[in-house]
T-cell receptor
Framework: QQQVKQSPQSLIVQKGGISIINCAYENTAFDYFPWYQQFPGKGPALLIAIRPDVSEKKEGRFTISFNKSAKQFSLHIMDSQPGDSATYFCAASRGSARQLTFGSGTQLTVLP | DAEITQSPRHKITETGRQVTLACHQTWNHNNMFWYRQDLGHGLRLIHYSYGVQDTNKGEVSDGYSVSRSNTEDLPLTLESAASSQTSVYFC???????????FGPGTRLTVL
């Protein structure tokens, strides 16, 4: 049973455009929601994360929007660049154990 | 610099053989994790450890085992490799009180 559903599976955006990736979760006990970025041949790396006590977190061109009532969160990449082309994973965890449950990933391609 | 390494980076083996994938981290993190990454499934947790002599099963643990004899290493063993275990395997570590998991570069395993 997939507890974190991610969409779309792939996304193509023009340079300078906005990339939006969405995730939905089922377990209301989740209390930490990170996004990981993965380049080909590399391991995932933390990009940005949010806790459910805030509705939005911004770091540079990357913003997480969080809707606790809808159990949804999304990643917005403003002014998308070709260097942002990568696979993005949302994830969720709960409690002190911090075991991550990942979404299925979104392959983002930013065209020059 | 502290880091997390995996070896080998690529491995081809035959069905039925025992395979061990190595993971070594120099951060002195207590928490270590093994994931497999398959298209359409994101990263799925195989096993994890919260310290020396501690091991726990994850979502997809059948056919895999781990042992933790020191803080730095968490080897993953496939007792009798199956074609369904062809995948990319990632090791990760996290410090005890932190949220961020740091991933290794991955091992691509092919079981023929």
């Amino acid at each position: 049973q997939q507890q974190v559903k991610q969409s779309p599976q792939s996304l193509i955006v023009q340079k300078g455009g906005i990339s939006i990736i969405n995730c939905a979760y089922e377990n209301t006990a989740f209390d930490y929601f990170p996004w990981y970025q993965q380049f080909p041949g590399k391991g995932p790396a933390l990009l940005i994360a949010i806790r459910p006590d805030v509705s939005e977190k911004k770091e540079g061109r990357f913003t997480i929007s969080f809707n606790k009532s809808a159990k949804q969160f999304s990643l917005h990449i403003m002014d998308s660049q070709p260097g942002d082309s990568a696979t993005y994973f949302c994830a969720a965890s709960r409690g002190s154990a911090r075991q991550l449950t990942f979404g299925s990933g979104t392959q983002l391609t930013v065209l020059p | 610099d502290a880091e997390i390494t995996q070896s080998p980076r690529h491995k081809i083996t035959e069905t039925g053989r025992q395979v061990t994938l190595a993971c070594h981290q120099t951060w002195n993190h207590n928490n270590m994790f093994w994931y497999r990454q398959d298209l359409g499934h994101g990263l799925r947790l195989i096993h994890y450890s919260y310290g020396v002599q501690d091991t726990n099963k994850g979502e997809v643990s059948d056919g895999y085992s781990v042992s933790r004899s020191n803080t730095e290493d968490l080897p993953l063993t496939l007792e009798s490799a199956a074609s369904s275990q062809t995948s990319v395997y990632f090791c990760a570590s996290r410090e005890g009180s932190g949220d961020t998991q740091y991933f290794g570069p991955g091992t691509r395993l092919t079981v023929l």
